[in-house]
């Protein structure tokens, strides 16, 4: 589903992602861990071209395209990226001005140009699916900062895209509040969404993620299994991050 090639991406003279190789099947998901600064919201970033990478080659379903530093991309060849690619952020990014079922339509009735009564039962479908039926026509101020990010999801999930990414989803999130959120992921994960999560919620990467990977100086330094992860003893790097944050 995912194919990262040797990527690299480059802030002026700062060099964030110092080649990334990462394959992720349909239907996996994968949790990104690292200390901060080690680039795993660039590499989320460049997945959906949020950020153009400098160089290297990416793949999202079936999209494909090779980067080389200097060069111009046109806007047709990043739609098919941004379409096959969902992302929830860590501060919702909600229309403050629009009800939680218009902000899920949103994307439906601008971008794939649904007429508006298809978007809206189909947008009231996926509210549900967040467990939010009864707040489609709340504004986000009226909602909890969890049922905000569950309309969140339920806007990404509705484009149906190939892959939905997560930029710590439950950072901005009083602690009382993040374990909706998390149960909504789960389930998704749970019914075969292919997921990208940088979070630094470690029982959710043991529980859920198929796959751990631990990004450190722009690179992977570690990847496998929670298991294989969370019992390795020959990574220093990675047993100084996971002590000090479990
Ligand atoms: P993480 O998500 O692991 O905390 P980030 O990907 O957010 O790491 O950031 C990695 C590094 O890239 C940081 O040093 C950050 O300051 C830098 N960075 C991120 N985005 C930009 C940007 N748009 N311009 C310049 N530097 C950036």
């Not at 096959?84 to 919702?92: A, E, I």
């Amino acid at each position: 589903m995912i194919q990262v090639e040797d990527l690299h991406k480059r802030f002026g003279d700062l060099e964030v992602l110092k080649g990334i190789h990462l394959q992720i099947d349909e239907g996996e998901t994968v949790v990104v861990i690292g200390p901060s600064g080690s680039g795993k919201t660039t590499l989320l970033r460049c997945i959906n071209l949020l950020e153009i990478p400098t160089s290297g080659r990416l793949q999202v379903a079936d999209a494909n395209l090779v980067f080389q530093p200097g060069a111009h991309l046109k806007m047709r060849e990043l739609i098919p990226f941004r379409r096959n690619s969902g992302m929830v952020f860590q501060g919702y990014n909600l229309f403050p001005h629009m009800t939680a079922l218009q902000n899920v339509m949103e994307g439906l009735v601008t971008v794939l140009k649904w007429p508006k009564a298809k978007a809206a039962e189909h947008a009231a479908s996926m509210l549900g699916k967040v467990g939010l039926r009864d707040k489609r026509d709340a504004y986000p101020h009226q909602l909890s900062g969890g049922q905000q990010q569950r309309v969140g999801i339920a806007r990404a999930m509705a484009m149906n895209p190939h892959v939905i990414l997560f930029d710590e989803p439950t950072s901005a999130l009083d602690p009382e509040l993040v374990g909706e959120v998390l149960a909504v992921m789960r389930s998704l994960a749970q019914e075969g969404m292919t997921m990208v999560v940088v979070t630094h919620e470690m029982s959710f990467a043991r529980d859920v993620a198929d796959r751990i990977v631990f990004m450190d100086g722009g690179v992977i330094a570690a990847a496998g299994t929670p298991d294989e992860i969370f019992h390795q003893d020959g990574n220093q790097r990675l047993g100084q991050f996971l002590r000090r944050i479990v």
